[in-house]
């Protein structure tokens, strides 16, 4: 059964809570990041996978894209999506990312943020954006990276005053579920190491153009002192991949 835990009323109401869900992509830490690779969007027909409140659908058609594809497991996602929305050129699709069925060569980029590690097989993915993708088409996406979701726990390591000493990393070799909390909910999540992600992805037929580990900009890590943290271990994995 596809985990759908954003449609559970307590869980998204912590979510709506969450600072990238109230300022949208300037409070996702990763942003700068994942925008300076974004290829050229004008005129481009784009996918955005696991959609969420469509902050990525929106940007692309800020850009002149031409069109904008949101998809998501959740129907309170999608609703919130569309109260946001003004544009007759984004349609949002309730439907699993494991589902995704779209024509051959029907989008010039496929977007996905922070779905793919809630997705049991990576690899099924990956040939399912390949098809959908146009010759030379562009695959950008983030996770949470592998040294965050190695350890069940997911949290830091700390001592008897509740100071952070250093973030566990244990089992990494070890692929698969790991169940784990997130906001009020225990969720399942699945790891898979860094060559995982990068060899499925040249298998499927993709040329790797850049990998980054991000970590917030200064701006962020000046007005938010517990951001000083997240230079201490990565948590989020950007790929940038072309069709061949």
């Known amino acids: 059964m596809k985990q759908n835990k954003y449609d559970d009323e307590n869980f998204f109401a912590a979510y709506e809570k969450m600072s990238r869900s109230i300022k949208g992509l300037e409070g996702a830490g990763e942003w700068h990041v994942l925008k300076a690779l974004m290829p050229e969007l004008r005129n481009k027909s784009v996918l955005d996978l696991g959609c969420g409140f469509g902050w990525h659908c929106r940007y692309a058609r800020e850009q002149q894209a031409s069109s904008v594809i949101g998809i998501d497991i959740s129907e309170n996602m999608l609703q919130k999506a569309r109260e946001m929305t003004d544009d007759s050129s984004i349609s949002y699709i309730k439907m699993p990312i494991e589902d995704i069925r779209f024509e051959d060569s029907q ?19 990956c040939k399912h954006v390949h098809d959908c993708l146009k010759p030379g088409g562009t695959f950008i996406f983030s996770v949470e990276h592998p040294i965050f979701t190695s350890n069940n726990k997911q949290d830091w390591y700390y001592d008897d005053q509740g100071n952070r000493l250093h973030w566990p990393v244990d089992q990494y070799q070890s692929e698969g579920v790991r169940e784990t909390t997130f906001l009020t909910e225990n969720v399942i999540k699945y790891h898979r190491t860094i060559s995982t992600y990068m060899n499925d992805l040249i298998g499927t037929g993709f040329r790797i153009k850049a990998v980054k580990e991000p970590i917030p900009d200064d701006e962020m890590l000046k007005s938010i002192p517990e951001m000083k943290d997240e230079t201490r271990r990565p948590m989020f994995l950007i790929i940038l991949a072309e069709k061949g």
């Not at 989008?107 to 993915?125: C, M, R």
């Open 107 to 125: 989008f010039d980029v496929v977007i996905s943020s922070l779905a793919f590690h809630y997705i049991k097989s990576f690899e099924k993915s």
